[in-house]
């Protein structure tokens, strides 16, 4: 059982917009900034959006984030065949002192 | 490149300890902390916990605490991650992570990662 609950599966075609939401309370979500990572199979999660809608150097506009009050969500525009991947939330939890994470969304295009 | 690199995989008997490493380099190794994220085969991220490389001040998941132990050596430029009693159930791939941000930045996040290291735990 995570702490932040994220849909388990999300599902669009190319070039569709797609959006997946996060959701936790105010001692993490609430109360600090909210990340997104992504991981392709068989790889390392990579930073995807920080800071609630921040994105790294080279990663694409078509990834942004948006935070309200205790949820999250990451959306995805111009869906492509190479954006299937989990993606993960997570948060720092001032009730915990620990980081949180989703349980992970695992997107399929079409 | 900034990238951290960790050690090979590993096999150890139920009972047993495992210590991971994860060599950073490309930046100032002390001036970031370095977290543990472990994942089992087909499961989410699982925060483990966190250590300051200049002071080797850590912090741990309740879940781990006793268990866990987080270590470096700055000589090296090297974080090490060591789980005792190891049970089945702490079969996962384990990787850390950089964290960049925090202090007088309202955010911080994980921006490099390393490219895990599994652990089997099997009699």
């Known amino acids: 059982q995570s702490v932040l609950t994220q849909p388990p599966s999300a599902s669009g075609t190319p070039g569709q917009r797609v959006t997946i939401s996060c959701s936790g309370s105010s001692s993490n979500i609430g109360s600090n900034t909210v990340n997104w990572y992504q991981q392709l199979p068989g790889t390392a999660p990579k930073l995807l959006i920080y800071s609630n809608n921040q994105r790294p150097s080279g990663v694409p506009d078509r990834f942004s984030g948006s935070k309200s009050g205790t949820s999250a969500s990451l959306a995805i525009s111009g869906l492509q065949s190479e954006d299937e991947a989990d993606y993960y939330c997570a948060a720092w939890d001032d009730s915990l002192n620990e980081w949180v994470f989703g349980g992970g969304t695992k997107l399929t295009v079409l | 490149q900034v990238q951290l690199v960790q050690s090979g995989a590993e096999v150890k008997k139920p009972g047993a300890s495992v210590k991971v490493s994860c060599k950073a380099s490309g930046y100032t190794f002390t001036s970031y902390d370095i977290n543990w994220v472990r994942q089992a085969t087909g499961q989410g991220l699982e925060w483990m916990g966190w250590m300051n490389p200049n002071s080797g001040n850590t912090g741990y998941a309740q879940k781990f605490q006793g268990r866990v132990t987080m270590t470096r050596n700055t000589s090296i430029s090297t974080a090490y991650m060591e789980l005792s009693s190891l049970r089945s159930e702490d079969t996962a791939v384990y990787y850390c992570?950089?964290?960049?941000?925090?202090?007088?930045?309202?955010?911080?996040?994980?921006?490099?990662w390393g490219q895990g290291t599994m652990v089997t735990v099997s009699s």
């Open positions: 992570a950089r964290e960049d941000g925090g202090g007088s930045q309202p955010w911080d996040a994980f921006d490099i």
